[in-house]
């Protein structure tokens, strides 16, 4: 109930909130402007790995992509 109730009073203030706003599960609210993109470049942003990548990779139905004309 509590969480709702954080919930609700975000959205009171909206007019602080940007629209990718999230809230995470303490009520605190992570965008652009609090939760920066450390971005520096090709190969220094976030990376599959691991199982998500091998869930993701081996999705049912995926072309092959040398199948395709």
């Not at 998500?52 to 199948?67: F, Q, S, V």
Request: no cysteine; net charge negative.
């Amino acid at each position: 109930a509590q969480d709702m109730l954080n919930i609700q009073k975000a959205k009171l203030t909206g007019d602080y909130l940007h629209t990718s706003a999230i809230i995470v599960g303490d009520g605190q609210v992570l965008s652009a402007v609090n939760d920066v993109n450390d971005y520096a470049g090709p190969a220094t942003g976030y990376r599959l790995q691991g199982e998500r990548w091998e869930e993701i990779k081996n999705i049912p139905g995926a072309l092959d992509p040398n199948e395709i004309d």
